[in-house]
Each structure stands twice: as structure tokens, then as C-alpha cells.
């Protein structure tokens, strides 16, 4: 298959062969599992359970509310302890709703919906809608309700439902892992996946650091002619679904715009099968496969978890934390959130938990910017990351946006080249979220503007009523005396 | 786990890269050309050479510490080390040590540290120092002596080259000799054709004749040019498009008139064409960041120099050229931005189907 060439990148240093050879391996059923109602993008789920119910594995907890959502359900049997406030997985510590369950031990099912017997004969509906109740999200990271991207197929006309399998992040291996022991079910899951978006060909994007997977995955796609697997070169950030659509198709998505739009709809590998796991088996989404890997962890591994379970009973599991870690990451650490602290739950999006020690961060003193350019050639946007970020901190978010800080998807390249260790990404957030709240703002003080200008307009028109009435009532009054005179 | 971190925001990994590494490694590829250099010009070249970087360093320092900012974290980056490196590079090796030191107070405290410190100023500060200098004192700047190896019969011993470059024993009537494209220049007013004046390509090549320590190791300073190119240091873009140009301007124009204009190679390897592209225009700070933006810049570099060479008063156009464009470099940052991805070079978003 011919590629195409993508703009800028970088190649950084992987660190993958710590965990890329060790097979999945399952953790323990923990005793409590802490469930937050939002693992995804979108509203929160709406819980259907209440303190002391008692639940069977995959039951529904939580369901989702509104257009974009997602349900949660129970990863095993037990009790619900609380429906409360526990710490999020987000750099903020914030606390959010989260249903805590109280494991039995007997990892019972509940029933489950019954298996879709032949999906290439089902009508897409009820796959998405299976997909949907599953509670499947995107699982490379961005944990964006799958149902919702199976959707696109309805107003687009699709060409390749495209797998990503790049992992480009330094550090993750789980879909690697996926993809070596579980190639069977991903080329299902995506087969499903292609025939609910009406999407003829299936192509499956493998960084070419992976051979055995590469090699796993063709041989299991042999003999499906809708089914192509291709090795893409090894540059960060190709695993960008606009980056990943651009190589392989040679099409540059326009700004604003949906790969869908170009007939490319993206979906994750471990998300391909998750599908398969719905589709054929009615399981919604209880577990994930999350690397643990990093200098402070004592045995990186690659572990199914039940979602749910506390960061900190996982990384006790991977030999505990070996030294304090200077950063804890949840992802990769590119473009990875940092976490507070381990107590907090591993959620649907969670691929990755690093804890790095100082010397694989390498963080310095940021210095004066140089102007070397290396953060302009390697931008995979095409921005201007050093003229970005002299506005930005002369506070001039305005000239910051023309430059089109809101395009920067904070892929982190131009941070991890920067000589003069500037923390461009930090400046970049920083400026998206201003700019974002003005924009809100600004939308608000507009429909307040608005309101107030209709009602201006309204008191206006039933005043200048008045006044014609009265000017009518003037005009009538004086020539009655006169004509009755 | 209190150790952990949140205060940033992602990538939490670096590349090894940093300010000191990237100029050490600059350095190191002077280094071979500045060995041969001081072996050739002898003792008075070698303490030439280290005053002028001492006196950088010591401005730097000064200048920082007056304005009460951190000057040993300044040093530690040898940025300044690199100004006062490559000015000396630009100095007739036998100047007496005043010159080096004006040239260090315009390099540093007026072209660097008036504009803000590194990152900011305009112009190159090396390339400032050294014009200064030479529409300062154009008979000092211009003396050039012809090479004295090291250790030769008629090598200055240590004492005398104290003498030299410290003291008044520099007599510039009877030791100087011109470089050789001030040679051509004044055997043209002469009325002597190119043809004749034009030295041998071996001679110039081999660099064992007057002129400043950067004019006179063309082979190393190539050499070392790739080194950077290698070591992704530089890009191609800047010295290619700027001995392209100069290669290509001095090949047309002696192929019109060989009596008047001196030919393509003569170009590329007299004067600091090779210092000049592979280690002044292509300084970071002064320069355009985009690669399009440094193909013009190259291509200014190239067309100016060759043009001051061949009808200006000065022999050397290196420094004045690269000034020039450094006045531009704003300006052609701000025009030859990259086209943003799923944008037009306007900023529009792209057509739909057009996105080819
Ligand atoms: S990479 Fe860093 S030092 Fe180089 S131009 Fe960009 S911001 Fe400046
Ligand atoms: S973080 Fe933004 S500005 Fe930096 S390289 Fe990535 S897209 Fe470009």
C-alpha cells in the first residue's frame, strides 16, 4: 500500500521494550471498584443504582444521558457501597460522582443482552445501538463515546474505517499486546465496526516498531479481502487521527473539519475489540489492558483491569513504586495527564500509567528562547510554536490565536524538542482554555445582548404603539369638536 | 507521592537536547580550523584569539551583574564563548588587543545586551563587532600578515608575540600583505584584469595565506560545516542557498567578463564565504526560523556578499551581507510562515474536495 508523507514529528525515545514482550496478565479481582460516572467525553452518566443494591457483573450502573454519553457498568458482582464523591483521574484532584462497589468475590454475571448471531446481516442501527449500551468509548485515550463516531456513516459516505494501531506514545504497549495475542477479535470488532459505518474497506495502521504484531495482525486478516494491514514509519505523533488519515490516504482534513468527511472514520484497536466482545458475546466494557510502566515502578507489566480499580492497587500489583517518582502520567507521556497522587480509579481512556523518575522526564529550567526553529520544522500542524508563545506570555492571546494557537492539538513535539526546555505546551493550554472562556463568555454577553436589544426592541414597539395611538387619538379628538361643531 | 508533580502540563519526557550542548557542539566543529589557524599565525594569533573570548565572556558577565540579573547560568551556556570565538575568527590575527576588545564591547554589550540578551537582539553580534572594528580602523583590520607557522625560523617566539598583540611591536608597513580578495580589488584599480591578480585555486585552498583566521582554513571549515549538518545542528538551507548563489552570481558574471569579475569557485573559497555560510549566517538567533524563510535569507546572504565584494570599497562582504539580511530576518519571519495543516497559506480552512 502506498503512503504518504506527514508534516514534522519527532522520535523521541521509545522506552517501549520494557513491557513490550510481556504478555498480558490479569489482576486480581480488587474488593472495591470505583466507578466515575464521567470516563468519557460528554455528559456524565445517570445512575441506576442506589447505596446497598446488589449488582451482578455487567449489570448497568449508571446510563448514559443525553446524545453524547456513555453508560457504566458493574466490572463484577457485588454490593454498592455509595454513590459519592471520590477523587477524578485528572490533574485537578477534583472530586467526581463515582459508584463505588463492594466486590462478593463471585464475579457472577447478570444476563447479559443475547450475542447479535450474524452481524453482517444485522442492520447497523442495532449494532450501534449494541455498541452504545455496551458503554464502549475510544480507547486510545480520547475516550469519545464510540457509538456516536459509528454514527458518522449516516451522514458521510465512508470509505475506510481506519484501525489505529500506531501507539506512538514512548512507554504504551497495550495495543501492541492486543494486537499479538487478540488479532482475531480486533479484525472482527473492526469488521463489525466497518459494516455499522457502511464503510467498505477496513485498513489497519501499525507503527513499523511493532513487527510481531504487524505479523500477527496480517496473518489474521489473510484471506479478508476488505481487510488491508500496513506498517506506517515510526514518527510521533502518527498516531493523530487527522496524521494517521493524511499517510494513509495522502488527504489533509481541512480545519474544522471531520476526517469523516473525507470518508475516513478512526477507531483504536483495543476500541475494535471491545466491539467484537459486545457484538458476539452481549459483555459490555469492564476491563481495559493499561501498560504500567516507568523508571519508579518495580515491575512494568501489561495488565487487564477491571475498571474501576484504584491506580494504587495496580501499581502494587506491578512490584509497587521502587522510588518516588517525579511524575505520575495517565497515558502516554506525551500527551498524558499528569496525576495527583495513585488513589484515584483506572477509567475507560486510561492506556497508560507511568511513573517516571526525574531522569526520564528531564525536566530544566526553561532558558531564553534561542530561535533555533526546531519547534517550527517540527510542528506536525504547520504552527509557529516560538511566535505562539512570545504572545502568549506578553498576554496577547488575540495575536496568539491569528497564529492559530486553537489548531495546536498539544501533541507535545515542539515542548520535547525545545532546546531551551520552554514549556510551549503549558503556554498552548493555557491559551486554549482563556480563549475558550472568552469564547463562552463572549457567546454569553452576545445572547445577553441579544435578549436585552429584542426586549429594548419589543418595550420599543409597544412604546412607539402607544404613541401612534395617541398621536391617533390627538389627530381623531380635535376634529370631532370641530366637525360636531 | 507527595513527589509528584501536576504544576505542568505534558510532554513529561525531553529530548537530550539543550542551549550548552547545541553550542559546545558548534565549537567543536571550529575547532579543527582554529588548531590549524593558530598553528599557522603562531603566538600572536593564539593570544589574539583567547583575549578576545575572555574579554566576551567578561562583558557578559558584567553586563548581567550590572543589571543584577544570573550571569554564571549565562556563561554556562557558551553562547557567549561562540560570539567571541568566531569574532576572533574574523580578526586579523596579528591585531593588537584593543581591536579584539572594542570589537568584544560592540559583539556583546551593544549588539547582544542592548536588544534585550540572547534570543533577542537583531543582529548578529559577532558580525557587529567586527564591522565596527573595521570602519573603525581600517588599517588595522586590513593588515593581514602572511602566515608565520608555529615553531618556524620566522615565527614570533612567545615574548615577541606579547609584544605584538599587547605592545606596539606590529609594524604595519613591513609585515602586512593583503588577503586575497583584497588583492584582486586593488590590482583591479589598478588596471590589473582578474585574470592576472586571481590567485591559484591550490593555494587558496590549502589556506596557507594572509587573511583572518576564518578566511583561511576553507577545507576545515567546511569540514566542520558538515559536522553541524550531521549532527542536525544546522539545516542545509542557509550555506546552500547562499554559496549556490554566490557560486552561481561569480560564474555568470566572469563567463561575461573574465577581466573584470573573478569566477564561481574563486567565490566559494576566498574571503569567508564557508565561515560566513556554515557558521555566521546561519546563527539561530538572527535568523529565519522557517525553512523557506532561510532559503531567502541564504539567497540574501549570497547575492550581498557577492556584490559588496565585487563593487563596494570593502574586499569582504561576508559580515556587511549577513548584517543586512538580519535586518530582514522579522520580515521574512513574518511572510514565509509554514501553511498550517488543513489550511490554506491564507489561514482559510481547505476546500473539502480540493484537499486533494
Ligand atoms: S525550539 Fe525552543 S528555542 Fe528553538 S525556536 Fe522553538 S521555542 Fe525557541
Ligand atoms: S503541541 Fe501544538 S504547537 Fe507544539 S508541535 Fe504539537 S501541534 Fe505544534
Redesign the interface.
Given at each position: 500500500m502506498k503512503l504518504f508523507p506527514v508534516?514534522g514529528g519527532?522520535h523521541?525515545?521509545y522506552r517501549k521494550e520494557r513491557t513490550s514482550e510481556l504478555a498480558i496478565v490479569a489482576l486480581p479481582l480488587p474488593s472495591t471498584l470505583y466507578l466515575p460516572l464521567q470516563q468519557h467525553i460528554g455528559a456524565p452518566a445517570e445512575p441506576v443504582v442506589a447505596e446497598g443494591d446488589l449488582v451482578k457483573k455487567g449489570q448497568l450502573l449508571a446510563r448514559g444521558a443525553g446524545p453524547v454519553s456513555a453508560p457504566t457498568h458493574a466490572p463484577t458482582s457485588g454490593r454498592i457501597a455509595a454513590v459519592t464523591q471520590v477523587t477524578a483521574p485528572h490533574?485537578s484532584?477534583l472530586p467526581q460522582t463515582t459508584i463505588v462497589l463492594e466486590a462478593d468475590g463471585r464475579d457472577e454475571w447478570a444476563e447479559l443482552p443475547a450475542p447479535i448471531a450474524d452481524p453482517f446481516a444485522a442492520d447497523s442501527q442495532a449494532i450501534r445501538d449494541r455498541v452504545a449500551q455496551s458503554g464502549i468509548v475510544g480507547m486510545g485515550g480520547a475516550a469519545f463515546p464510540s457509538a456516536v463516531k459509528l454514527n458518522l456513516g449516516t451522514q458521510n459516505r465512508l470509505e475506510t474505517l481506519l484501525i489505529n494501531g500506531a501507539e506512538c506514545e514512548?512507554y504504551l504497549t497495550c495495543d501492541d499486546r492486543v494486537m499479538r495475542e487478540y488479532a482475531a477479535e480486533v479484525i472482527d470488532g473492526a469488521r463489525i465496526m466497518a459494516h455499522a459505518l457502511g464503510a467498505p474497506q477496513v485498513v489497519i495502521a501499525i507503527e513499523q516498531n511493532k513487527p510481531q504484531a504487524l505479523a500477527e495482525m496480517t496473518r489474521a486478516a489473510a484471506g479478508i479481502a476488505a481487510v488491508t494491514v500496513v506498517g506506517v514509519p515510526v514518527q510521533y505523533p502518527m498516531g493523530s487521527e487527522?496524521?494517521l488519515t493524511q499517510a494513509i490516504t495522502?488527504?489533509?482534513?481541512?480545519?474544522?473539519?471531520l476526517t469523516a468527511?473525507?470518508g475516513v472514520v478512526v477507531h483504536n484497536v483495543a476500541t475494535a475489540r471491545a466491539v467484537h466482545h459486545a457484538v458476539r458475546f452481549g459483555r459490555p466494557l469492564l476491563a481495559r489492558v493499561v501498560t504500567v510502566s516507568g523508571g519508579a515502578i518495580g515491575k512494568p507489566a501489561n495488565v487487564e483491569v477491571p475498571l474501576g480499580t484504584l491506580v494504587s492497587e495496580l501499581v502494587a500489583f506491578c512490584g509497587g513504586l521502587s522510588q518516588?517518582?517525579?511524575?505520575?502520567?495517565n497515558g502516554g507521556?506525551?500527551?498524558?495527564?499528569?496525576?495527583?497522587?495513585?488513589d484515584v480509579p483506572v477509567i475507560k481512556g486510561m492506556s497508560g500509567i507511568?511513573?517516571?523518575t526525574a531522569e526520564?522526564?528531564?525536566?530544566?529550567p526553561s532558558?531564553?528562547?534561542?530561535?533555533?526553529?526546531t519547534c517550527?520544522?517540527i510542528?506536525?500542524?504547520?504552527?509557529?510554536p516560538?511566535?505562539m508563545a512570545a504572545f502568549i506570555r506578553k498576554d496577547n492571546l488575540e495575536a496568539a490565536a491569528?497564529?492559530?494557537v486553537t489548531?495546536c492539538f498539544?501533541c507535545?513535539s515542539c515542548?520535547?524538542?525545545?532546546?531551551?526546555?520552554i514549556?510551549l505546551?503549558?503556554y498552548f493550554?493555557y491559551a486554549k482554555g482563556s480563549l475558550a472562556a472568552a469564547n463562552r463568555e463572549k457567546r454569553k454577553n452576545d445572547q445577553v445582548k441579544a435578549l436585552v436589544e429584542a426586549k429594548a426592541a419589543r418595550l420599543e414597539k409597544i412604546a412607539q404603539a402607544k404613541r401612534d395611538a395617541a398621536a391617533r387619538a390627538k389627530a381623531a379628538a380635535p376634529s370631532t369638536p370641530e366637525a360636531s361643531a | 507521592m507527595t513527589t509528584a508533580y501536576t504544576d505542568k502540563s505534558g510532554p513529561f519526557t525531553h529530548a537530550p537536547s539543550s542551549v550548552a550542548k547545541t553550542m559546545a557542539t558548534v565549537l567543536a566543529a571550529l575547532l579543527p580550523a582554529t588548531l590549524y589557524d593558530a598553528w599557522l599565525f603562531g603566538w600572536p594569533a593564539i593570544f589574539l584569539f583567547l583575549f578576545t573570548i575572555a574579554a566576551c565572556m567578561a562583558l557578559e558577565a558584567a553586563t548581567l551583574a550590572a543589571q543584577g540579573k544570573e550571569w554564571r547560568v549565562a556563561l554556562s551556556d557558551y553562547s557567549v564563548v561562540l560570539t567571541g570565538w568566531l569574532l576572533a575568527m574574523s580578526l586579523p590575527p596579528w591585531a593588537p588587543w584593543w581591536v579584539g576588545l572594542i570589537a568584544a564591547v560592540f559583539a556583546v554589550v551593544l549588539a547582544k545586551h542592548l536588544f534585550g540578551g540572547l534570543g533577542q537582539n537583531v543582529f548578529n553580534p559577532a558580525m557587529v563587532g567586527r564591522v565596527a572594528v573595521l570602519v573603525s580602523f581600517p588599517v588595522q583590520m586590513t593588515a593581514f600578515v602572511a602566515p608565520h607557522p608555529l615553531f618556524a625560523a620566522a615565527s614570533p617566539g612567545f615574548i615577541d608575540a606579547l609584544g605584538i598583540t599587547f605592545g606596539h611591536a606590529f609594524h604595519f608597513d613591513t609585515m602586512t600583505a593583503a588577503s586575497a580578495l583584497g588583492y584582486v580589488k586593488t590590482e583591479l584599480t589598478k588596471g590589473v584584469p582578474v585574470t592576472q591578480s586571481m590567485p591559484g585555486l591550490m593555494g587558496l585552498v590549502g589556506g596557507a595565506r594572509p587573511g583572518s583566521f576564518g578566511e583561511t582554513s576553507a577545507p576545515l571549515i567546511l569540514a566542520g560545516g558538515l559536522f553541524l549538518l550531521w549532527r542536525r545542528i544546522i539545516s542545509w538551507h542557509i550555506p546552500v542557498a547562499m554559496l549556490v548563489t554566490l557560486f552561481v552570481l561569480g560564474t555568470v558574471f566572469h563567463a561575461a567578463n573574465p577581466a573584470r569579475f573573478t569566477d564561481g569557485t574563486f567565490q566559494l573559497v576566498a574571503g569567508a564565504s564557508f565561515l560566513g555560510a556554515f557558521f555566521i549566517a546561519t546563527d539561530y538567533v538572527t535568523s529565519p526560523v522557517s525553512k523557506p524563510g532561510q532559503l531567502v535569507f541564504g539567497c540574501g546572504v549570497g547575492l550581498l556578499t557577492w556584490v559588496i565584494r565585487t563593487f563596494a570599497g570593502y574586499p569582504e562582504g561576508v559580515a556587511f551581507a549577513v548584517l543586512l539580511m538580519n535586518a530582514l530576518t522579522p520580515i521574512i519571519d513574518h511572510h514565509l510562515r509554514p501553511r498550517a495543516f488543513g489550511r490554506t497559506r491564507t489561514g482559510a480552512p481547505l476546500p473539502l474536495k480540493g484537499g486533494k
Open positions: 508534516r519527532v523521541p525515545e490533574p484532584g514512548p487527522r496524521h495522502g488527504r489533509e482534513t481541512p480545519a474544522g473539519k468527511e473525507l518516588p517518582p517525579r511524575r505520575v502520567v507521556p506525551m500527551m498524558g495527564q499528569p496525576l495527583p497522587n495513585l507511568l511513573a517516571l526520564e522526564t528531564n525536566e530544566q532558558r531564553a528562547c534561542i530561535r533555533c526553529g517550527v520544522t510542528c506536525p500542524c504547520g504552527l509557529v516560538v511566535e491569528k497564529l492559530g489548531d498539544s507535545g515542548s520535547y524538542v525545545c532546546p531551551s526546555h514549556p505546551v503549558h493550554n | -
